[in-house]
């Protein structure tokens, strides 16, 4: 089975990089679809965005120009960077595979603020 | 963006009764429509895929119905691991977008 675990930063100052890393055990990051999905404090669930078939992404149009997906498959982890954070940006952020997504981790809170 | 829209925004109901939550999509998503149970402070899980397949593992209790723009969530008997948050998913074009979620709360 696959699993799925969220690491980086939990808090970001404003204007900075948010940086988080996804490591994935029990499953291939060469093949298949991995994403990013963040939801807000109370709130609902937004997709970031997602890399497959080893490198190529598919972002968010409302995210597009501030957002990175990559994967390292030496250490078989994908990870987010997202560019020029606000207070909007605060939130639990997951990372999840599958073309529907199936598991997923823990989440991390992220917090955004000085 | 294809915005789904779900209703109720949250109910009340006891254990044992069915209930039923709708999720209605701006265009037609064929059956790339998906649900998805959240319980506070954990991740959402997979129930049901491509509208009405149920994901293994998940109580028969569970089921999904509809194609094109319309679908629904039953559950049949509610049980009292049942209360949650129930979001739908379409999976049909990127961006991805979910509905604003359904709170199942205790009568």
């Known amino acids: 089975q696959v699993q799925l675990q969220e690491s980086g930063p939990g808090l970001v100052k404003p204007s900075e990089t948010l940086s988080l890393t996804c490591t994935v055990s029990g499953g291939s990051i060469s093949t298949y679809y991995w994403s990013w999905i963040r939801q807000p404090p109370g709130k609902g669930l937004e997709w970031i965005g997602y890399i497959y078939d080893g490198g190529s992404t598919n972002y968010n149009p409302s995210l597009k120009s501030r957002v990175t997906i990559s994967v390292d498959t030496s250490k078989n982890h994908f990870s987010l960077k997202l560019s020029s954070v606000t207070a909007a940006d605060t939130a639990v952020y997951y990372c999840?595979?599958?073309?529907?997504?199936?598991?997923w981790g823990q989440g991390t809170l992220v917090t955004v603020s000085s | 963006d294809f915005q789904m829209t779900q209703s109720p925004s949250s109910l009340s109901a006891s254990v044992g009764d069915r209930v039923t939550i709708t999720c209605r999509a701006g265009?037609?998503?064929?059956?790339?429509l998906n649900w998805y149970q959240q319980k506070p402070g954990k991740a959402p899980k997979l129930l049901i895929y491509?509208?009405?397949t149920l994901q293994s593992g998940v109580p028969s209790r569970f089921s999904g119905s509809g194609s094109g723009t319309d679908f629904t969530l039953t559950i049949s008997s509610l049980q009292p691991e049942d209360f949650a948050t129930y979001f739908c998913?379409?999976?049909?074009?990127?961006?991805?977008?979910f509905g604003q979620g359904t709170k199942v709360e205790i009568k």
């Open positions: 999840a595979s599958g073309r529907v997504p199936e598991y």
């Open positions: 265009h037609s998503i064929t059956y790339y």
């Open positions: 491509a509208a009405s």
């Open positions: 998913h379409q999976s049909y074009t990127t961006p991805w977008t």
